[in-house]
């Protein structure tokens, strides 16, 4: 009973935060000394071996039933979870050294201190039996930072070194395995100090990866899709590991900025870490020993979709972190300026209560993008977000424009629009290219999640338009993106869909050159659009007043229908004609100048943006390598007769 209601309070109290008042977060010191005998007690008992770890063994042992047995071993793992936190007056020395070694594993543990060595096999039983503590604790009580950061590393290191062979489950099983992670993954300081490789156990070797093992261990482990009855997993996708991603995207959000910097820091640690192809472990990430039906080197996120949703939530949160320049520095972050002429600068518009941006060099963006579409479920959220942000930042741009701002310098705007558009199309096309050698079946691969995918992920999602105002930082579909992923959206009939869509890349055609513009002449219509907002008067601009009637259906320009890529001639001369009558305000003069100008100029830096992300020396689009590739089959066929 004591035992139970401490851990009441350490939940409580725990739940207060950097909030709590001075000894506020702190248990009482009798309710310390309590959790302290007791342990001490458990440690020092013949009836356990001397060794605390033992208790679960005798509890299962005993006669209580099922229920009385996980209600035992649920107070002990709350006092473990309880005593091992600073936070609450603990620590990690505070707990017994069965407790410890338990948690640390051979590859953490002071193994020179002990007559005989802490093997595997020992700690595969005592793992077993702290798992069986720890599955049965309150659901929302968390362990202290070194104890959750160590117990997350050793079973990390367990996978990596024994996760491929199949006897060892019969050490530890993936049950016990994936309940050890999952609560080891509640505490986020412990995340984030993992994530940054921040956090060095005082008993880890000298070997300077062995974070970067454990975390690599933990991601492409092939967690069980089935139980031992054939059920689902409560594990299939990566669910355990979850808890050690999820909580970024959230607290990128947060009001808190010791909250927001902690994720921000977390992410950047993250993309550098599996986004680094000499630093971090992508290459690991990204051909793994697992095989599926697509791959026989697959991507771990290929098999692990709770993983791949995890990532997902964390691009979504920072798609304007992924537009802005990240330059070639080492992946970081810094403060983000609070003015509104500093942020315009950046050439996308953050939210306001955001404070830090990430620092990321585009390779790393582009390798963990790379990552997330590997996964054939995500890849057309992955794509329908950038087309989702990038209409955001053209609105933004264009919003400026009509009011005299300019909105965000041209340039910026556009080398942020076409940035995300070389990201996306890049990481699209490496990962077919890891799948096939046949390069022009890579590129059909390509444009057919982007183009086709968005149109079936857009259908799910209702309406693309922003929901407050032309200038707003994200669209309602981005935002529970950030927060739930795919989850909501991703129905058994849409995932058909898109299983039949990927079908047929045969059948995909290209966008030549001209449909290309047209079609960027329709995201600027659309733009226009989205702006249609009083001025200071009340009224409507007469600009967008004139729009012509037959380019708009239901909000939106209707150059196409959705079956059919090609505009029609008339619809295309109507909307240059239209760009040349709109006039644009200069703050400078308070003239006008022609509206037109500026789609071509900003088309212009697009296109180098886009060229420089891609990561194509051929200095082409998906669409025209497509055209070239199939010119020269043609050519080919051609000589052969």
């Not at 921000?264 to 630093?279: H, Q, R, T």
């Not at 992300?613 to 998906?622: Q, S």
Request: hydrophobic share 35%; aromatic share 8%.
């Amino acid at each position: 009973m004591a035992l139970n209601i401490i851990a009441y309070e350490a939940e409580r109290k725990q739940k207060l935060g950097p909030s709590a008042k001075p000894g506020e977060a702190e248990l009482n010191s009798r309710q310390y000394r309590t959790l302290k005998k007791f342990f001490d007690g458990m440690e020092n008992s013949r009836a356990f071996n001397k060794r605390a770890i033992d208790a679960a063994l005798a509890i299962e042992d005993g006669t209580m039933t099922r229920a009385e047995k996980d209600a035992a071993l649920g107070s002990i793992g709350a006092g473990i979870l309880a005593l091992s936190d600073h936070r609450l007056g603990g620590g990690y020395y505070d707990l017994p050294e069965s407790i410890r070694l338990a948690a640390e594993g051979p590859r953490l543990s002071a193994s020179d201190e002990h007559q005989i060595p802490y093997l595997w096999p020992v700690w595969g039983g005592d793992a077993n039996s702290l798992s069986q503590f720890l599955r049965n604790a309150p659901d929302d009580l968390q362990g202290g930072k070194g104890f959750s950061a160590t117990l997350t590393l050793s079973t990390g290191f367990y996978l990596h070194d024994f996760g491929g062979l199949e006897a060892h489950k019969d050490l530890l099983d993936d049950d016990a395995v994936g309940h050890l992670v999952d609560v080891s993954t509640r505490n986020k300081d412990a995340n984030n100090a993992i994530l940054t490789d921040e956090y060095r156990h005082p008993y880890a070797s000298k070997d300077a990866d062995l974070n970067k093992k454990a975390i690599e261990g933990l991601l492409t482990y092939d967690w069980p899709d089935e139980d031992a009855n054939g059920e689902p997993s409560w594990m299939a996708g990566g669910k355990p590991v979850t808890g050690l991603l999820d909580w970024i995207a959230e607290d990128t959000q947060s009001e808190s900025r010791s909250d927001q910097e902690r994720a921000i820091e977390a992410a950047a640690g993250l993309l550098k870490l599996v986004g680094d192809e000499d630093e971090g472990i992508f290459k690991d990430l990204e051909r793994t020993s697992v095989s599926t039906d697509d791959s026989e080197e697959a991507s771990f996120t290929e098999y692990n979709d709770e993983l791949a949703n995890s990532m997902f939530k964390i691009f979504s949160a920072h798609l304007d972190d992924f537009a802005v320049e990240g330059g070639n520095e080492e992946a970081g972050y810094r403060h983000l300026e609070l003015s509104d002429e500093n942020r315009k600068k950046l050439g996308v518009k953050f939210d306001d209560e955001r404070e830090f941006i990430l620092a990321v060099p585009e390779d790393a963006k582009k390798n963990y993008m790379q990552l997330m579409v590997a996964n054939q479920d995500v890849a057309p959220f992955v794509a329908y977000s950038v087309d989702v942000k990038s209409q955001d930042i053209l609105n933004e741009y264009v919003d400026g424009l009509l009011d005299g701002s300019e909105g965000n310098a041209k340039n910026k705007a556009s080398g942020a629009h076409g940035r995300l558009q070389g990201l996306l199309d890049g990481s699209l096309i490496n990962n077919f290219k890891r799948e096939s050698e046949n390069e022009e079946k890579a590129i059909q691969e390509s444009i057919q999640v982007r183009e086709l995918g968005v149109g079936m992920v857009k259908d799910a999602v209702g309406s693309t338009k922003v929901i407050s105002g032309p200038a707003a930082p994200a669209s309602a579909a981005l935002l529970e993106f950030a927060a739930s992923g795919t989850k909501n959206l991703l129905t058994e009939d849409l995932k058909q869909e898109l299983e039949e869509v990927q079908a047929k890349a045969d059948n995909i055609e290209p966008k030549n050159p001209q449909t290309i513009h047209r079609e960027r002449l329709q995201e600027f219509g659309d733009a226009l659009l989205s702006v249609d907002r009083p001025d200071e008067n009340g009224k409507i601009p007469k600009e967008l007043k004139s729009f012509p009637d037959h380019l708009v259906k239901d909000g939106e320009m209707a150059a196409y229908e959705a079956e059919d890529v090609a505009f029609s001639d008339d619809v295309s001369d109507d909307l240059e004609d239209w760009f040349k009558s709109v006039e644009v305000r200069k703050e400078s003069d308070h003239g006008t100048e022609n509206f037109s100008s500026h789609v071509v100029g900003y088309n212009k830096t697009y296109g180098d943006s886009y060229m420089a992300t891609v990561g194509d020396d051929r200095g082409a689009t998906l669409d025209e390598m497509l055209i070239e590739l199939r010119e020269q089959k043609e050519k080919a066929k051609e000589g052969k007769e």
